[in-house]
């Protein structure tokens, strides 16, 4: 117990001793019978000053009785309630679950904020124009002193916000929007480190994401192909970028290919055009095929992209190669965009900095281009998971801040594998959710649009605390009131008859009926978090809020006037709040965000300029060619093809005795068993039935391509 309830129980006991002292000190007198006659509410105190015979004794007895009930109360049984005893908590138990501190801001009580502390994570389940923006997102990013990563659709939070992010907290703010020209940069594969060991795991788990493995066989099919073939090109496109005879052919043929998601759609084209080589023969190129035929023979494509690239060159029907370069290009045909080309040129932010430094990013898609955002919004969040899920804090002193993902319209995106598979772990690594969705429908659609039931039942568990908002659908306020739970009330009927009379039960009633949650007034919303009360709370709206509105004053020189000479940095108490017309012209005045770079092509033709600058140190110290071929490499693939001859050479003349055997056989099915022993025909069968049994026994001792490989590997290392 706290102090404050022992303090009440003890007035509690000390207020019964008092009362109790004056019956038994009649009681102890043997005058019981006066006590109605004589008691006043002064008594007991005129019988303590005065010393009347037994009164102390009484006292005692009085205050032992009042404080051993007093103190064993809280530890009685509680009777259980039949339906339950659901009620939303009070200020004790807000109390009680520490939302008085740091952490994500998610309501306010009794006109104070409530926040979310610790490493769990938070959901919002709050329809369109319902208040989400000015209620949550914007509060928690004047209010998040590390960094962040928003899902900004309408660019409002970064409007809002940047500007006291950069100025105030001190951190590097970017904004990140594809569709424009002003916009931060970011290049997917720049976080795939080629020269490592690893390569071929971080191209396979990219892969993966640009072509999931979902869907029916045939997509599933096609896919794999073209996860292959993807890894292929980017092998390709990094080898020619690495030798001197790579650059010097793409400078030849005016190609400007770079490691970028519209540098592998390039390669995947092929080179067009002629080019001389070494002066002694022209080379015409024509399509993928002959650019790839041409690359092997010059030695400036290794022996990884070969690999890779098998699978799609096998391929014997033309449909099926289609099919399979279709598959490969459809994901990336949006970067033949000029803005999207330029968006995801390089990397002007690095996600690993992101728990190194305070930094935040906003992710700027304008509703017009939200069905066009699905994909790069994918690759976006689930590559920022993977490259945050590497490495523990624990490990690294260098990662010292938590990062927040404010994913506002959660399932614009699309089905986020990686985050559905990584929820349940992530917290460990400084990452909180904050999951904004509009309904448990929109959750629970297939994929890839979706999380399917059972993916929305996984999101949801893994959100300790969850929001909501006045619900709309008629589903999600059965689902909220079924949250919120039951409680047992006393159900009276009356008899009007002759006779009268009634009874009383015991009835079930939800804390809050669907009808009633879809009736909730605008500004209130409903708070769970695990083993707590649920909690009626306020909307955190920052315009009605000193504290939010004195941050916009910070970096606002016209929100600043409104106060005149009266206002100062650090005592902004009883200055005047904003309206919404004089805060809407300083944002729109760019007073409270940052500025972004315009990107232009120029800055892509100097950088291939600096590329194919053959005096440069970086040209001077490339390898010539790539692919120098490796002598247990060339053993390898000897013995192999030596042991697929001998053995497709067994196979022959096994399949040729076999049925030389079942010829004879036939014809001599009508000879007769006794003259089979002196039958040369039979004998000479029987002969060879046994050269078969030899054959055979080669065959079966021939090695297992497996163990090939296997040995093909050891060469390896």
């Known amino acids: 117990m706290k102090k404050m309830q022992i303090g009440f129980l003890i007035a509690i006991a000390l207020i019964i001793g008092y009362f109790l002292a004056s019956v038994l000190f009649f009681g102890l007198n043997h005058s019981f019978k006066k006590l109605p006659e004589i008691w006043y509410l002064g008594l007991t105190f005129d019988m303590l000053i005065n010393g009347w015979s037994k009164a102390y004794l009484a006292y005692f007895i009085a205050n032992l009785i009042s404080f051993t009930l007093a103190f064993l109360l809280p530890f009685l049984p509680k009777k259980q309630s039949l339906h339950g005893d659901a009620r939303f908590a009070n200020a004790n138990d807000v109390k009680k679950m520490d939302l008085y501190g740091d952490g994500i801001i998610i309501g306010k009580f009794q006109n104070r904020l409530l926040r979310f502390g610790g490493q769990q994570f938070v959901s919002l389940g709050a329809p369109t124009r319902s208040g989400k923006g000015v209620g949550i997102v914007i509060p928690n990013l004047l209010d998040w002193k590390e960094s962040a990563v928003v899902q900004d659709i309408k660019q409002e939070c970064f409007d809002f916000t940047s500007g006291y992010r950069e100025k105030i907290l001190g951190q590097k703010v970017y904004l990140f929007d594809p569709f424009n020209k002003r916009t931060h940069r970011y290049n997917p594969l720049a976080y795939i480190d080629m020269a490592s060991d690893n390569a071929d795991g971080q191209l396979t788990d990219f892969a993966n994401i640009l072509y999931p493995m979902t869907g029916d066989s045939t997509t599933q099919f096609f896919n794999q192909l073209a996860q292959n073939l993807f890894i292929g090109i980017c092998y390709i496109v990094h080898d020619l970028l690495n030798s001197k005879g790579g650059i010097s052919l793409l400078k030849a043929l005016n190609m400007e290919i770079d490691f970028t998601l519209y540098g592998i759609l390039q390669m995947s084209e092929g080179f067009k055009g002629e080019v001389d080589i070494d002066g002694n023969r022209k080379i015409m190129f024509k399509a993928f095929d002959d650019t790839y035929n041409v690359l092997s023979e010059l030695g400036l494509i290794g022996k990884k992209a070969q690999m890779r690239c098998q699978s799609y060159f096998k391929i014997d029907s033309d449909n099926t190669k289609s099919g399979v370069m279709s598959s490969f290009n459809a994901p990336l045909m949006m970067f033949r965009n000029d803005n999207m080309r330029l968006a995801t040129s390089a990397n002007d932010f690095d996600f690993r900095d992101l728990r190194k430094e305070k930094m935040t990013i906003y992710v ?99 959100h300790a605390c969850q929001i909501f908002y006045t619900p709309r659908e008629q589903e999600d306020a059965k689902k909220i009131s079924e949250i919120l739970g039951t409680k047992t009330i006393k159900n009276r009927s009356r008899n009007l008859g002759q006779g009268g009379g009634g009874s009383e039960s015991d009835t079930s009633r939800a804390l809050m009926l669907a009808q009633e949650l879809r009736e909730m007034p605008f500004e209130n919303e409903l708070i769970t978090i695990d083993n707590g009360k649920p909690i009626m709370a306020k909307k955190a709206f920052y315009y009605s809020d000193r504290y939010f509105m004195n941050k916009f004053k910070e970096v606002s020189p016209s929100l600043r006037a409104i106060d005149g000479d009266k206002y100062k940095i650090k005592v902004k108490e009883n200055g005047k709040i904003p309206n919404r017309n004089q805060l809407e012209k300083a944002i729109q005045n760019g007073e409270t965000n940052i500025e972004v770079p315009i990107q232009n092509i120029a800055n892509i033709k100097a950088y291939f300029k600096e590329l194919y600058n053959d005096e440069s140190s970086r040209y001077k110290n490339l390898p010539e060619i790539v692919h120098e071929i490796d002598e247990t490499q060339e053993e390898y693939e000897k013995k192999l093809r030596l042991q697929r001859d001998k053995d497709e050479a067994i196979k022959e003349e096994t399949q040729k005795l076999y049925e ?34 030899e054959l055979m026994a080669q065959n079966a001792s021939c090695p297992n391509f497996d163990e090939l490989d296997d040995e093909r590997q050891d060469y390896s290392e």
């Open 364 to 462: 700027g898609i304008t509703p017009d281009q939200l069905a066009n955002a699905k994909l790069i919004l994918n690759i976006f969040w689930q590559q920022l998971i993977l490259v945050n899920t590497k490495e523990l804090p624990q490990a690294n002193p260098d990662l010292k801040y938590k990062v927040l993902l404010v994913m506002d319209e959660f399932t614009a995106p699309g089905f986020l594998g990686i985050y559905l598979k990584s929820i349940s772990f992530i917290a460990g690594y400084w990452l909180r959710s904050l999951m904004i969705y509009q309904s448990n429908s929109q959750l629970e659609a297939n994929q890839p649009d979706g999380y399917g039931r059972e993916g929305a039942k996984t999101l949801l568990t893994n």
């Open 660 to 693: 030389q055997q079942i010829v004879e056989q036939s014809s001599n099915a009508n000879k007769s068993v006794e003259n089979i022993d002196t039958d040369p025909a039979a004998e000479e069968t029987i002969n060879d039935s046994d050269s078969i049994e």
